[in-house]
């Protein structure tokens, strides 16, 4: 099972940027269609940002144009690229690993956009 520990997050201005790592263990991190979610105090989690082993991405519509998430398969990392930062950002971003046959989560890094 992979392990996933993400880091990055921290209080930012509104209009800052972040960049958040999500560094995994394990043999089988190539095989995981990765993905970063957060969750607002109150709110339900939900996907941000997703790319698969052959870096196929997805985001929400709420991000897209100002967040970017890559991976590097020989450094078992993933990265989301946070920019143009907004309030409806702070949340608790999470990292997650998927195959066929497992999920797997970290235990999240903390973004909190000031105003």
């Known amino acids: 099972q992979v392990q996933l520990v993400e880091s990055g997050g921290g209080l930012v201005q509104l209009g800052g940027s972040l960049r958040l790592s999500c560094a995994a263990s394990?043999?089988?991190?190539?095989?995981?269609?990765m993905g970063w979610y957060r969750q607002a105090p109150g709110k339900q989690r939900e996907m941000v940002a997703t790319?698969?082993?052959?870096?196929?991405?997805d985001y929400a519509d709420s991000v897209k144009g100002r967040f970017t998430i890559s991976r590097d398969n020989a450094k078992n990392t993933v990265f989301l690229q946070i920019n143009s930062l907004k309030p409806e950002d702070t949340a608790r971003y999470y990292c997650?690993?998927?195959?066929?046959?497992?999920?797997?989560w970290g235990l999240g890094t903390q973004v909190t956009v000031s105003s």
């Open positions: 394990g043999s089988t991190f190539s095989m995981c269609r």
């Open positions: 790319i698969t082993s052959d870096h196929n991405t």
């Open positions: 997650n690993c998927r195959t066929t046959w497992a999920s797997s």
